[in-house]
T-cell receptor
Framework: NAGVTQTPKFQVLKTGQSMTLQCAQDMNHNSMYWYRQDPGMGLRLIYY???????DKGEVPNGYNVSRLNKREFSLRLESAAPSQTSVYFC????????????FGPGTRLTVL | AQSVTQLGSHVSVSEGALVLLRCNYS??????LFWYVQYPNQGLQLLLKYTSAATLVKGINGFEAEFKKSETSFHLTKPSAHMSDAAEYFC?????????????FGKGTLLTVNP
């Protein structure tokens, strides 16, 4: 039972390159979330998916796209990376009816040069 | 709209001393409140949660928090700090359960424990 897994753990990109961050869960949770964490800013919600087939913007969606591939997987895509997207990215999941308690993956540390 | 304010971005205590991390929230509906801990280079882990049952909530590793509606506070305490408590702590508020409710996080408090 792996919980929430994220790949890759680390990534370095050049400005303008694209990449996809992967998140998978084996907890059978319905809702999934993508956050970014920057020093002094706490966690900011990028996108979330309440259930398979739905996605919604969070607080800071510009420059990102998401895909809820199935119940288990939720990916985050940077189409043209910018240095401002250098951050640590966390995926989280939540089952319905639990006051929105969320379970976090280990994170992806992304550097854009 | 809900929000969370964590007073003090950095708290430093001596080993064995009281730990007090402050969290104030605003919410238009009865809130659900959480404290998460993040150890270096790891994800966030739930410490404890308030879901409208007992106002004094006990969590893992000896931490507890008290919900005070009149003060809109949910401060985290531990009687005696241990070196292993050094981490960043996040307070979060939710306005309900269900499928599409979100957590709003504070900016975090970094706890340093001195020997």
């Amino acid at each position: 039972n792996a919980g929430v897994t994220q790949t890759p753990k680390f990534q370095v990109l050049k400005t303008g390159q694209s990449m996809t961050l992967q998140c998978a869960q084996d907890m059978n949770h319905n809702s999934m979330y993508w956050y970014r964490q920057d020093p002094g800013m706490g966690l900011r919600l990028i996108y979330y998916s309440a259930s398979e087939g739905t996605t919604d913007k969070g607080e800071v969606p510009n420059g990102y796209n998401v895909s809820r591939l199935n119940k288990r997987e939720f990916s985050l895509r940077l189409e043209s990376a910018a240095p401002s997207q250098t951050s640590v990215y966390f995926c989280a999941t939540s089952p319905w009816g639990t006051y929105n308690e969320q379970f976090f993956g280990p994170g992806t540390r992304l550097t854009v040069l | 709209a809900q929000s969370v304010t964590q007073l003090g971005s950095h708290v430093s205590v001596s080993e064995g001393a009281l730990v007090l991390l402050r969290c104030n929230y605003s919410s238009s509906v009865p809130p659900y409140l959480f404290w998460y801990v993040q150890y270096p280079n790891q994800g966030l882990q739930l410490l404890l949660k308030y879901t409208s049952a007992a106002t004094l909530v006990k969590g893992i590793n000896g931490f507890e928090a008290e919900f005070k509606k009149s003060e809109t506070s949910f401060h985290l305490t531990k009687p005696s700090a241990h070196m292993s408590d050094a981490a960043e702590y996040f307070c979060a508020v939710s306005d309900g359960g269900g499928s599409n409710y979100k957590l709003t996080f504070g900016k975090g408090t970094l706890l340093t424990v001195n020997p």
